[in-house]
């Protein structure tokens, strides 16, 4: 099983190298990173000499924007995986082959995370690259790398599943997009509601969470709560692959 996991996860790391689109993403975010890190660095140094918050100011700040921008590009991603295997015809071959469908989910969510796993270990350099000329909060800078991993795992669980709905890559986009956004500030929509629907509205969201994490807070209900909702929507990719593989 673990074989075929691997083996579905490097082809599908291939196909998205393969093509323009992964290489456009990569420079598009280490453009746009490199940006918002001189900036967040210049408005650090404008406000203050010591270094008490430098933390807080450059590398919180660029963990907060990143997983801004992920969220915008990660509807691009739904374009491909299993909406592309449906346009092209060979989410039947795929269905129909002898690997498990738990297995051809699990393989092309790793090959999304390691994906995404790239896109952080490329932003990451700049921030931490400070540690060579001031001291930083190690363990705020640990929390918010856990919380932006954590978060993409959650983009791509999301991501897989939207994918596995349709065969047109701009409803899976356009669908993905109005999930994430909706899951992202789903916490504004309890201000003037009771405080115990505040409450639940609050701990849906995907921004609430994040948050947390960033400013050093390293809570288990945060973690559990990313956790829950990637596994949530990679077991719903398998029971609809599943239905397909069954009634097709």
């Not at 408005?43 to 997983?67: F, H, K, N, R, W």
């Not at 930083?136 to 993409?152: E, F, N, R, V």
Request: aromatic share 12%; charged share 10%; proline share 2%.
């Amino acid at each position: 099983m673990i074989s075929n996991i691997k083996l579905i996860a490097i082809n599908e790391l291939r196909r998205l190298f393969k093509s323009p689109f992964a290489w456009i993403i990569l420079a598009i975010m280490q453009f746009l990173m490199a940006i918002f890190f001189y900036l967040l660095l210049s408005q650090y140094l404008e406000a203050s000499s010591v270094t008490s918050g430098l933390t807080d100011i450059v590398v919180s700040g660029m963990y907060q924007i990143c997983g801004i921008i992920l969220l915008l590009i990660s509807p691009l991603l739904t374009m491909r995986l299993i909406t592309e295997e449906r346009r092209l015809g060979t989410i039947k071959l795929l269905v129909s082959s002898p690997i498990t469908i738990t297995e051809l989910v699990l393989g092309k969510y790793f090959g999304i995370i390691i994906f995404y796993c790239l896109i952080l270990l490329m932003i990451s350099l700049m921030p931490i690259s400070l540690m060579f000329g001031t001291q930083l909060d190690l363990g705020q800078i640990a929390s918010g790398l856990i919380g932006l991993l954590l978060l993409m795992s959650t983009f791509a669980a999301i991501v897989l599943f939207i994918s596995s709905l349709t065969s047109s890559p701009a409803i899976a986009a356009i669908s993905t997009f109005g999930v994430l956004i909706f899951l992202w500030i789903i916490n504004y929509a309890g201000i003037n509601a009771s405080e115990s629907v505040a409450e639940v509205f609050s701990y849906m969201s995907l921004l609430k969470h994040y948050t947390s994490l960033l400013t050093g807070v390293f809570s288990s209900v945060d973690v559990l709560f990313y956790i829950i909702v990637s596994v949530y929507f990679i077991i719903l990719s398998i029971w609809r692959l599943d239905a397909e593989r069954t009634y097709s």
